[in-house]
């Protein structure tokens, strides 16, 4: 066995690559480059790894993404039907309507599902990079439901309150992130040059800031509509030293399309037998400032 793992009580978030692609190409996606490839893409092969991880971590959350999870409905409706109750679920989509999946049949999907799905994460951004479902569909579905939106490069700085708006009318909270690539341990938590956190003090109420190692959020009232603006490291893996003993301390795994396990979003494989021997610190995620979850 190698370095040995630990991670927060409830086990590492899973995030699972559903096997099939989108029909975008937004500029900031890193993900496209997986689905370049479709040798070994595999319902059944995602499935052996849900089964497995629940397995080691009975209670840890499932995200999962793509390429597009509703791209291909029958598909995911047997990737979520492997994943116990015991877990919460979360779903990333660009929400596409198609003659093959109509808005009725999402929602028929979304009720169908209320039970499995904590929240569905639909992508809008400020500037259209996808083609996009009509917003009342996103009111209108069974389930929870955030807005996910990167602020990627030069994004229409003057327009941020009126975006916010157009999804608070339908009482949806939106999660802002920022170009994570450009995201460092040293820079994490730095505010000055922030452009994006300036933006958002200018035009929202502020709450509060919570983070832990590699992930921080700052949060933010709009008249009740919950906003949140996340930034995070392009890696998931902390290495550090416990007692004199390497260990990594992770905090997401990965299922790739083709049901490989990887400890990091970098391309690195799990050790599937040292993950069973995981073990667990309390999460470190925390309150930093004021009161964000009012
Ligand atoms: S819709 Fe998602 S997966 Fe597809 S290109 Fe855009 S960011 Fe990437």
């Known amino acids: 066995m190698g ?21 975008n190409n937004c500029p900031f996606c890193i993900n496209k480059q997986e689905y370049k490839n479709p040798d070994g893409f595999s319902v059944e092969a995602v499935c052996q790894s849900i089964r497995m991880f629940d397995e080691i971590t009975p209670r840890c959350d499932f995200v999962f993404t793509g390429g597009e999870p509703l791209a291909d409905p029958d598909g995911l409706q047997i990737m979520l039907d492997c994943v116990p109750s015991t877990h919460r679920v979360f779903i990333n989509t660009t929400l596409p309507v198609s003659e093959h999946f109509p808005e009725k049949r999402i929602i028929d999907f979304t009720e169908r599902n209320r039970d499995k799905i904590t929240c569905i994460n639909v992508s809008r951004h400020m500037v259209h990079y996808v083609q996009e479902s009509n917003d009342a569909l996103l009111g209108r579905l069974a389930v929870p439901v955030r807005v996910n939106c990167v602020l990627f490069k030069s994004y229409p700085h003057s327009n941020i309150k009126a975006f916010a708006d157009r999804f608070g009318q339908y009482g949806i909270p939106i999660q802002f992130r920022a ?49 949140a603006y996340h930034r995070t490291l392009p890696y998931s893996t902390i290495p550090t030293v416990i007692d004199g003993e390497e260990v990594d301390i992770l905090y ?29 610190e309390p999460y470190d995620l925390k309150v930093l400032e004021g009161d964000p979850y009012q």
């Not at 991670?7 to 899973?14: D, L, M, P, S, Y």
């Open 179 to 227: 170009d994570y690539t450009v995201t460092t341990l040293e820079n994490l938590y730095q505010r000055e040059g922030d452009g994006i956190l300036s933006d958002l003090m200018e035009n929202f109420t502020y709450l509060g800031l919570d983070g832990c190692r590699i992930r921080c959020g700052y949060h933010f009232d709009n008249h009740g509509q919950h906003i």
């Open 3 to 23: 370095k040995r793992y630990m991670t927060r009580e409830g086990g590492a978030t899973v995030t699972a690559f559903v096997p099939y692609d989108c029909k």
């Open 252 to 280: 997401d795994v990965l299922i790739k399309q083709n049901g490989a396990p990887h400890s990091d979003w970098t391309g690195v494989p799990l050790d599937v037998e040292a993950y069973r021997n995981v073990m667990y």
